[in-house]
């Protein structure tokens, strides 16, 4: 037992002495670093410091760096303030400031412009002929760290490719994360879309009222038309003027049967299914909640299948 106490009390003397024994020089000259936090590595050399104690002294972090393309001044009171929480016996020479330079890299706005372009074109649905990108509010080019810059889009799971939008480029410095440029953006479209040839009355069939045509619709609402195949067995909600561009919210679908038709009745339990006939009290689109009157008497309700069937579960 006293042999152990005696080696650790020789070993951590040992560890004092060499400690003593250190010595750390700030640098003369102007330090240029590429990361915004500052060492006393950056700083200073060392000089009679084992191995251990250089890794620890060396990684000292003494004060964050500058933007990008300034300079910050690191006094040694400083450093003697940082090294002090923890080595309090280590001498420090040199001069009395340091200055530290963050070196800087300069993403160019043709670069930022470009990978916006590129994100938007090969993400939209439309045709690169049809669409017309302006980007707008990058003024200058961006500072950042010196590195190996890489851009691109934080995805952010755009909806539709069109009017005014805010597009996130995300910087990374030698794969760390560095900063996020939001790119405004005005996407403008001409397309086909389907257009009213005529008045078209209300609850009205829409298919031969309807004529394809190219419309600027950057700021129409997103559910415009652009396929004759969407307005087939449609009909109208309200009365569409000649020249209304179409959307899905102006129509309906058309009744697959009428009030008073004659049904069939499919009653599901399991993977067992039994039909039946009844009377619809009500006009019945696909998907639509419709009740009937059974043979029996019976009011049920059930849901339109595309086969004209209402089926219960």
Known sequence: MKFRFFLFCFIFSAVLIFAD?????????????SRDKIYLGDIADFYNAGEDLLN??????????????????????????QLSK????????????VKVVTEKATI???????????YILENMPWKKEETE????????NISTLNGNVLLKIKDEKIKNFKGNKIIPVEVTVDGKFYRIIPVSVLIKVTTD???AGQNIKIKEPVIDKVILQKTDI????????????????????HAIAKGTVILNSMLDSMPIFKRGDNVTVAVKRGNITVETTGIS?????????????????????????SDGKVIIQ
């Not at 160019?108 to 916006?116: F, M, Q, R």
């Not at 990108?133 to 200058?140: L, T």
């Not at 009290?281 to 008497?297: C, R």
Request: hydrophobic share 35%.
């Open 281 to 305: 009290m009500e006009d019945g689109k696909e998907g639509s909640i419709v009740k009937v009157k059974l043979v029996t008497g019976k009011i049920i309700e059930g849901r339109v299948l």
């Open 56 to 81: 620890e002294i060396s990684t000292l972090y003494i004060k964050h760096a500058s933007s990008p393309g300034y300079s910050v001044i690191i006094t040694r009171e400083i450093v003697e303030n």
């Open 218 to 237: 950057t700021y129409l609402p997103n559910d415009v038309i652009t396929d004759v195949e969407t307005v087939r067995n449609k009909i109208s909600r």
């Open 193 to 195: 879309c389907m257009v």
């Open 133 to 140: 990108i302006i980007i707008k509010d990058i003024k200058e």
């Open 86 to 97: 923890k080595y309090k016996t280590i001498d420090i020479e040199g001069p009395q400031t």
């Open 108 to 118: 160019e706005i043709d670069d930022i412009k470009k990978t916006v372009e590129n």
């Open 21 to 33: 024994n250190a010595k750390v020089v700030l640098k003369n000259s102007t330090v240029y670093i």
